[in-house]
């Protein structure tokens, strides 16, 4: 298993694809790929103005949010997340308005090329956490303490060449769990 530690404090602001917010991401595969090309990703995004999600053609998408509460709207329906919500699963090419409530949000997307690979992401706290799939990757949602490492907020690890005995890790403080895996055809 090869661990890589992702600084928050290294990510770089980007405009979104649309143009309408900025994204700073955190891992993508295959490296270097760009928001055309990838086979997963995951980014953190500022939501600061009601406006279009852009349109992501054969991928699906999970938001989390991480701060403040926002309203997704599909056509008539409407979906209210906050910090607490359970991470949410949406089509990435459905069209869909984001408005945030009452200030700004942040929000984690983890994004996979439909029909080539999957993803799983969970919101834990005080945990012991197996990483599983092909790659996996945990988010510090406050200063936590994963095995003997110190992460501060929004610091991440990423977990590749996974094997099915990869170890526990005992996580203490609030993170956000994702694993990736390939789809078999």
């Known amino acids: 298993m090869i661990t890589t ?57 999970c938001l989390t949010v991480l701060r403040g509460t926002l309203t997704l709207t599909f056509g008539e329906t409407v979906v209210f997340l906050d910090g607490s919500s359970s991470p949410f699963e949406f089509p990435g090419d459905q069209p869909c308005q984001g408005t945030p409530v009452a200030g700004p949000v942040l929000d984690l997307n983890v994004m996979c090329r439909r029909g080539q690979w999957r993803s799983r992401v969970e919101r834990m706290e005080d945990a012991t956490w197996r990483p599983s799939g092909q790659t996996a990757f945990l988010l510090a949602l406050e200063p936590a303490v994963v095995g003997a490492r110190t992460l501060s907020r929004f610091d991440a690890l990423l977990f590749d060449d996974l094997s099915p005995e990869a170890p526990p890790l005992d996580v203490v403080g609030s993170f956000i769990a994702v694993s990736f895996e390939p789809m078999v055809a």
């Open 5 to 61: 530690v992702l600084s928050a404090a290294d990510r770089v602001a980007t405009p979104w694809k649309n143009g309408g917010g900025v994204t700073r991401e955190i891992a993508a595969s295959p490296p270097g790929a760009d928001l055309g090309d990838f086979d997963w990703r995951i980014s953190m995004a500022e939501v600061r103005d009601p406006g279009a999600f852009s349109p992501f053609p054969e991928v699906d998408r």
